[in-house]
């Protein structure tokens, strides 16, 4: 069932109730090569047949299931998970899940401009990028910008509220920086698990090689036109039999063909670095921020030792100044062992009451 290509937020209006309809079933947004979208009602088998793609690969971008960020070159497409963006790239279309989401609206729209538009990178070569390539610079683009996004909100609340804390020490504040810890922890495991998939990537140049979709149709084409010459010879000096025999042995050649295949991957491998180095930059500045938070916390520990050390000691100060008043108690007529008594339990009393205050400042946190 094809919708027909309204606005995007009307049209994903339908993706819930799709959902229900049955199992196998989503609505998907598709755009094509020349930039319009419409939103297909789809079936799990048939997207299965339309791009190639095993089932195994198509439950990477369940929504219900948690995947890691995930970039697959297959045969004849490309399977996208990073962050907001679940999609399949072919060398004619990009089918993503549907969704309301602003993030992927807005997605859309960069896709939309960059695939009617000849690429503009200055690290890209005269020739225009083919389709596949566009839509995975956008998909790269549309994360780095979200985790970037996130990490400079990130930024902007953690060093005042941490400089806060250091001037003054409340359970407020306290609070806020565990917030902000929480937060730094979740993003960081983020953007890491894009920086894995993009050094993944650049490692193997073979899976860098699956993903030149269009060379590969190209290619294949040009396999399968000279087939049909040598066939339509063949046909005339060969019997049924010899032609069916000739037929397997092309067929054989033409996967081995297909096996070997290595177009020059320097455009790809320029395009993923320097997302690379956008995601590694973000990575830095997320690391610089968690080494001050932990020097924060190394201050804040540093001084509630000191501040209980204090007043303790203040507590056996007190002790001292009771005995140091002018007034006469039994205790003044004893023997010296009493003295020594009462000093040592004094000091005892301190070390104790000192120990009980760090270790209920551990087990609350606080330390």
């Known amino acids: 069932m094809v919708y027909p290509p309204e ?15 049955g199992i196998g079933t989503r609505v998907w947004l598709v755009v094509s090569e020349s930039g319009k979208s419409h939103v297909e ?77 000849p690429s503009d990178r200055s690290n890209s070569p005269p020739e225009i990028l083919p389709f596949e390539f566009k839509a995975l610079e956008v998909c790269l683009e549309s994360a780095c910008r979200c985790l970037e996004s996130e990490t400079q909100t990130l930024e902007d609340e953690a060093y005042p509220a941490l400089d806060e804390l250091t001037s003054q020490i409340s359970t407020l504040n306290l609070e806020r920086v565990r917030q902000i810890k929480s937060r730094l922890v979740a993003i960081s495991g983020r953007v890491q698990k894009v920086r894995d998939e993009l050094e993944h990537l650049l490692d193997d140049d073979n899976d860098m090689a699956e993903m030149y979709l269009t060379e590969k149709l190209v290619e294949s084409s040009r396999e399968q036109a000279s087939l ?43 395009l993923l670095e320097a997302y690379f180095a956008q995601i590694d930059g973000i990575s830095q500045k997320l690391a610089n921020m ?21 007043m303790i000691l203040n507590a056996g100060i007190v002790v001292v100044g009771l005995f140091g008043m002018n007034i006469h108690i039994e205790l003044y007529d004893g023997q010296p062992k009493q003295f020594w008594e009462t000093v040592s339990g004094t000091v005892g009393g301190c070390l104790a009451l000192y120990l009980i205050a760090i270790g209920w400042g551990k087990k609350r946190n606080l330390i």
């Open 228 to 270: 049909r010459e040598e066939s339509g010879i063949e046909e005339v000096q060969v019997d049924d039999q010899r032609y069916e025999e000739s037929e397997a042995e092309h067929s054989e050649n033409n996967s081995d063909i297909s096996t070997v295949f290595k177009p020059n991957i320097e455009e790809l491998e320029s």
């Open 41 to 117: 009602e789809v079936g799990k088998h048939s997207i299965m047949r339309r791009t190639g793609l095993p089932a195994r690969d198509l439950r990477v971008l369940d929504p219900m299931l948690s995947y890691p960020s995930t970039i697959l070159g297959r045969e004849r497409a490309i399977v996208v998970n990073l962050e907001h963006i679940k999609a399949i790239i072919t060398a004619a279309e990009i089918l993503m899940i549907n969704s309301t989401n602003p993030l992927v609206v807005q997605f859309v729209i960069d896709l939309q401009d960059r695939v009617s538009t």
């Open 290 to 310: 968690n080494e001050y938070v932990d020097d924060t916390e190394d201050f804040i520990n540093i001084m509630l030792d000191d501040n209980t050390g204090n």
């Open 7 to 21: 606005d995007l937020n009307r049209a994903a209006v339908h993706a819930a109730p799709a959902r229900r309809k």
